[in-house]
């Protein structure tokens, strides 16, 4: 049972490139959710799903944008890759409404320079 | 919106016991407690539900004062498992859900 799969785990951009994370859940939940972590900082929300083909801003969505067209996927988006964007992105899934027990994937770290 | 957590930083010997606290400036409806080991993933620990009773397993459990605001965690007799980093998160409602900063546990022989 994989649980929550992203990728790549690892990848360096320059600024104003553009990439995509994908976030795969093989549990049938209905909610997904980017997270990014950065030191001292905590977890913070950049974008969220309730559900194939809705998305809903969180903490800190600018400069990201996500897709979640299949129920099982939830993408994240940089268009244009800045310094500050550095971090590690957390996906994460959840079966219930209201943040229920989050399932976390791996992490995804990106540096951009 | 941020909850703050207390302590930063906690060194332990094994056996030893610790508190972890959380603090929110506003109405709380649920805290959940999460603990992520270095280079990993966070894992799920706890949900402490507003009404609800303190949770816990094995040495590991949480209590939630909702009139003040603020959980606590506790380990009791740490072991070296115990090391990580562990995170409060906080539901207001609304869609809204912050964790905190973390607080790093270093349990040694």
């Known amino acids: 049972n994989a649980g929550v799969t992203q990728t790549p785990k690892f990848r360096v951009l320059k600024t104003g490139q553009s990439m995509t994370l994908l976030c795969a859940q093989d549990?049938?939940?209905?909610?997904m959710y980017w997270y990014r972590q950065d030191p001292g900082m905590g977890l913070r929300l950049i974008h969220y799903s309730v559900g194939e083909g809705t998305t809903a801003k969180g903490e800190v969505p600018d400069g990201y944008n996500v897709s979640r067209l299949k129920k099982q996927n939830f993408l994240l988006g940089l268009e244009s890759a800045a310094p500050s964007q550095t971090s590690v992105y957390f996906c994460a899934s959840s079966y219930t409404y209201d943040f229920g027990e989050l399932f976390f994937g791996e992490g995804s770290r990106l540096t951009v320079l | 919106q941020q909850p703050v957590q207390s302590p930063q930083a906690v060194i332990l010997r094994e056996g030893e016991d610790a508190v972890i606290n959380c603090s929110s400036s506003?109405?709380?409806?649920?805290v959940h407690w999460y603990r992520q080991k270095h280079g990993e993933a966070p894992i799920f620990l706890m949900i402490?539900?507003?009404?609800?009773e303190q949770k816990g397993h094995d040495k590991i459990s949480a209590s939630f004062n909702e009139k003040k605001q603020q959980s606590s965690l506790y380990l009791t007799a740490s072991q070296l498992s115990y090391s990580g980093t562990y995170f409060c998160?906080?539901?207001?409602?609304?869609?809204?859900?912050?964790f905190g900063t973390g607080t790093s546990l270093t349990v040694i022989p």
């Open positions: 506003k109405a709380l409806y649920s």
């Open positions: 998160g906080t539901e207001m409602g609304g869609n809204q859900f912050y």
């Open positions: 549990m049938n939940h209905e909610y």
């Open positions: 402490l539900l507003k009404g609800g």
